[in-house]
């Protein structure tokens, strides 16, 4: 507590009769009205991560001559105690990468490769999925009233498998579309990776590659996230569009804007989680996984031994997990383009293992620097 | 040696501080007598010595406005409505220091280039102009009054302090005014419930509603109709039905805006500015869609009222995010679901967000999508905060909190560091002293005993207003109610009537959300909390014409042909019965009709989104206004807007 601005020789030569005065109204005694008042220090916060209580005596302001009607000083509330929800609140986010849009790689969807697309074989209730290439990879047939989602690399799929072989009057063909990443090649800085679209033959069971994309995704988060960006070429009904497509250790409770009608719009998870978001001007994509440390050591898996891990288990509650986080956003408006950012976010929380982590938190902290 | 007597004092008030004490009353400090005509006093600096001088840009008004006399210490000026009084607190000596009262409840200041203070006078139709001493212990003087419309509530300066900009809450407006001379330059009408505005560089005003999930944005360099930018999203999450996803999510408790810019190489770029927007997205439900809990949808990961801070790019006018993504299968606790004030530290682009209701202090990543998901921490504070300033020179957060009566100051770069707090000179009034306990309840969110989904009183009645929004309950859809000025007098509660006392209407209304229940001791501090709510100020507007359509309207209304006072009567404007009007058994309480004007949706199901409309409706079953001429049907809702 330092002086009140007064001048000098007032301090001096009212020292005296201030303090008596102080001992006079503190310790209760008049309640004259005098030069001096005492500010109170009555809120007294909650017990757990309590603020400090600041006692302080002031000189308030000199009383006016006519003073206006001013009610009674009184104290302030003190928190309510007890009765609270359980649960926990938000986790605080570790750190938070900031990664530059524009740096990342970008890819045009071209001609498909003859030696890629994929296979299926076997029943409605046990089957298996063979894709060309050494690509740990996410399937999706859009099927009339259905769509079947499969991840290669463990046993992660959703929806009904479609009724293979042949049909008196012809199979029909639906549209599919893949995306893959390889263990081959894979390094903290970058991921090789492959998109394709399609169509599946039912007759023959067998997905073929009308486009695809090969690249090398670039590290947001070394070894954990990896992205690019993807130019899909404008067509006399559509103006085309670039996305940021990232792809991450497998996730739970994955929430992400995008079209459910667009089938690579929207995210999806397996052996690996893969996020699509617009990064055209005057867009905003986001989305957000949890992590579980058995995700992360099937990621690991995958990095290392190139091969898949059929047993996987997902964790029973997701609550405990780290929260990642990817966000972009693209200001200004098409043609003329604006700032863009990009960011993810790591929440740990309270529960949460943190050893389990160190690895992946150590590689944003490192990102974050 | 000079700071001797000081410490003195310390000391001694903290030997004598083992039992609670008052000191004496503090003199009340009234800028000038009251009886002079502020209207058409000059709004111009009196003193010659220099003034305290805002830190930082600072050009957005809050209940705390920090300033700083050249080397001097870090000055708070404090808006107190509840003491209506502006405090001046010297935040490095962590003490008051001085008290002005002003005519009225301030809610925002303003600190203009030159030091003088604009103060919003909530209660009023007013802006007032202080003048502070060049020595901080004395009180402020005040210089002029000016004439806004009703319930002033948001400040702002335009870059190059050209204008200075105040919302008007229940006058639905935004007046721009000249920054030198305080004449009013332009009035510029906008939806129901203003509250926050801030400027960008291109010079447009955007302007939050408490209600609506909008944001209105008013071009200074033109004479062009506001715009809306519509901050509605939808929610994802894996958990969720369709349907719920599909529904568009309105909003709420739109108090707030803080605008951020950019850091690093994209403020070269062309957007280099966003504005945000700390709000709660509701999801009220449909009839069609299921529900799994008294109002709105099933907990699927996005509760059905979610803390959101919309982020608006200013130069497209539009909301950047689209989606509140669930990041988690269990509810979460702590939520801030009654966000009243924001700031921004530009040296580490937080958003700063003061959470009434959680009584906490949020720093958010003012850089995410949505900087709710991305929580950086939290700091509990006094009770109550309805204002947070950022000093980037100290790197200090300071927290007003009007129920507390105290303000927090928060170290930001020492993360375990508990906030010191600084007791106010807080006088309210006795009525409100009173009910103290009552309005702590009121706001209180995450008590188990109120609901079982983390919701306040005021998450629907906003300080005693309405939302809104219209519910899907049970018993099919209800309008939220506006409660503030309308309780005595007005019992039955509830849209059926089915409530005899405020008491059994909040127990109800407790149980319905899923609390666990109060104690009648807490249903009475409840209850003596909203009966002493007040509802608008009066509105002042219209000369002759209106004055003769509001007559014209009165006729019509005590009318037998019109009916309308047959229900609507006496000084509560009801009679305090139930109706059946549309023969389905379905029999709902006479709503008072007291500031209806502000209160839209109309009829206890919402099906009317303006007054227009209510009393147009070929179909309606109240009254018979439909077909009146339209002249009459215009004096009739002129006269519902007056009451």
Request: glycine share 10%; with cysteine; proline share 8%.
């Amino acid at each position: 507590v330092t002086r009140l601005r007064l001048g000098r020789s007032a301090v001096r030569t009212w020292s005296v009769a201030w303090i008596f005065a102080a001992l006079a109204v503190a310790c209760g005694g008049s309640r004259r009205a005098g030069p001096v008042q005492v500010a109170r220090a009555h809120f007294l916060p909650s017990s757990r991560s309590a603020p400090a209580v600041v006692t302080a005596a002031a000189k308030v302001a000199q009383a006016p001559s006519t003073p206006a009607e001013d009610p009674p000083g009184a104290a302030g509330v003190t928190p309510l105690e007890g009765d609270l929800a359980g649960g926990e609140p938000r986790p605080s986010a570790v750190k938070a990468v900031r990664f530059d849009v524009d740096m990342l790689p970008v890819a045009t969807w071209g001609r498909a490769s003859p030696r890629s697309g994929y296979s299926i074989t076997g029943t409605a209730s046990r089957y298996r999925v063979v894709i060309r290439g050494p690509w740990f990879a996410e399937i999706v047939i859009r099927q009339p009233v259905s769509s079947f989602d499969i991840f290669t690399g463990g046993t992660f799929g959703a929806g009904d498998p479609p009724r293979c072989g042949p049909r008196p009057l012809g199979a029909p063909k639906y549209p599919t579309y893949w995306s893959g990443i390889s263990a081959r090649g894979w390094t903290d800085a970058a991921l090789n990776v492959e998109l394709g679209r399609g169509e599946f033959d039912v007759g023959t069971c067998v997905g073929v590659p009308v486009a695809s994309l090969s690249a090398r995704a670039a590290a947001i988060v070394p070894g954990f996230v990896y992205g690019l960006r993807v130019l899909i070429p404008p067509t006399p009904i559509d103006p085309g569009q670039e996305q940021l497509i990232v792809f991450l250790p497998r996730g739970a409770l994955v929430s992400a804007g995008g079209d459910p009608h667009a089938p690579l719009q929207t995210a999806n998870t397996g052996s690996f989680t893969r996020l699509t978001l617009p990064t055209d001007p005057g867009t905003s994509g986001s989305a957000s996984v949890r992590l579980s440390p058995a995700a992360l050591g099937l990621w690991t898996a995958l990095r290392k031994t190139g091969r898949p891990v059929w047993a996987f288990q997902d964790a029973f509650k997701t609550d405990n997990d780290l929260l990642l986080g990817v966000d972009v956003v693209s200001e200004g408006e098409r043609g003329k383009a604006g700032a863009r950012t990009g960011s993810v976010f790591v929440s740990l929380p309270k529960n949460a293992y943190p050893l389990a982590y160190e690895r992946l938190l150590s590689a944003v902290s490192s990102a974050a620097n | 040696m000079r700071t001797m007597p000081v410490i003195c004092l310390v000391l001694v008030s903290g030997a004598c501080a083992t039992t609670p004490r008052h000191p004496a009353p503090t003199p009340a400090v009234t800028a000038q007598p009251a009886g002079s005509d502020w209207g058409r006093a000059s709004c111009a600096r009196v003193g010659k010595r220099d003034l305290p001088l805002r830190v930082a840009e600072g050009r957005d008004g809050s209940a705390v406005a920090l300033v700083r006399a050249g080397q001097g210490p870090l000055l708070a000026y404090v808006a107190d409505a509840d003491s209506r009084s502006v405090h001046t607190v010297s935040v490095d000596e962590k003490r008051e220091v001085s008290r002005t009262r002003v005519d009225g409840a301030p809610r925002q200041l303003l600190v203009l280039p030159d030091g003088r203070v604009v103060a919003t006078i909530s209660d009023s139709a007013h802006i007032e102009v202080l003048e502070p001493a060049a020595d901080p212990a004395a009180p402020m003087a005040k210089l002029c009054e000016r004439e806004v419309p009703v319930e002033p509530w948001g400040l702002a300066l335009s870059p190059a302090d050209a204008s200075l900009l105040v919302t008007s809450a229940w006058g639905g407006a935004l007046t721009v005014l000249d920054a030198a001379t305080f004449a009013v330059k332009r009035i510029v009408p906008l939806p129901r419930d203003p509250r926050a505005v801030v400027v960008d560089r291109s010079n447009v005003a955007f302007v939050s509603h408490l209600v609506g999930a909008k944001m209105s944005a008013v071009d200074l360099g033109a004479d062009a109709p506001p715009e809306t930018i519509d901050l509605r999203v939808h929610k994802s999450t894996p958990k969720a039905q369709l349907e719920d996803m599909a529904a568009l999510r309105t909003g709420s408790q739109g108090y707030a805006l803080a605008k951020v810019t950019l850091p690093g190489k994209a403020a070269d770029a062309q957007g280099r500015e966003r504005i945000l927007a700390p709000m709660v997205s509701v999801d009220p439900g449909e009839a069609i869609r299921e529900r799994a809990v008294y109002y709105g949808p099933p907990f699927d990961g996005v509760p059905k009222e979610t803390p959101f801070a919309s982020v608006v790019d200013p130069s497209k006018k539009q909301s950047l995010g689209k989606y509140l993504l669930g990041t988690s299968e269990g509810q979460l606790a702590r939520e801030c679901l009654l966000p009243r004030a924001a700031a921004v530290r530009a040296k580490t682009s937080s958003l700063l967000v003061a959470c009434l209701g959680i009584d906490a202090l949020l720093e958010l990543d003012a850089l995410a999508v949505d900087p709710f998901r991305a929580e950086r921490r939290r700091v509990a504070v006094a009770p109550g905060p309805e204002g947070v300033a950022v000093d980037e020179a100290s790197g200090r957060a300071v927290v007003f909190s009007q129920m507390g009566g105290a303000l927090s100051v928060i170290a930001l770069d020492e993360v375990t560091k508990a906030p010191s707090v600084i007791a106010l000179d807080y006088h309210p009034d006795p009525g409100l002293a009173q009910v103290a306990k009552g309005r702590q309840l009121f706001y209180r969110t995450d008590d188990v005993r109120i609901a079982i989904d983390g919701l306040a009183c005021s998450s629907c009645h906003m300080d005693g207003r309405d939302d809104s929004i219209t519910w899907a309950t049970p018993s099919g859809p209800r309008q939220t109610p506006m409660l503030a000025g309308r309780m005595p007098g007005t019992a039955p509660y509830g849209w059926e009537g089915a409530r005899a006392s405020l008491h059994d209407y909040i127990s109800n209304t407790v149980t319905n959300l899923g609390g666990k229940g109060l104690t009648p001791e807490e249903l009475s501090d409840l209850s003596g909390f909203l009966l002493t709510l007040k509802g608008p100020p009066a509105t002042r507007r219209g000369g002759a014409t209106r004055a003769e359509l509001v007559s014209r309207g009165h006729d019509l209304f005590v009318s037998s042909e019109q009916g309308c006072s047959g229900c609507h009567s006496g000084e509560a404007s009801t009679d305090t019965m139930v109706h059946d009007l549309e023969g389905r058994k379905d029999p709902v309480d006479t709503p008072s009709l007291r500031f209806v004007r502000g209160t839209a949706p109309y009829f206890h199901d919402g099906r009317y989104a303006t007054l227009d409309a209510l009393l147009a409706d070929l179909t309606s079953p109240m009254g018979h206004s439909a077909s009146l001429p339209e002249w009459d049907r215009v004096a009739l809702a002129e006269y519902l807007r007056s009451m």
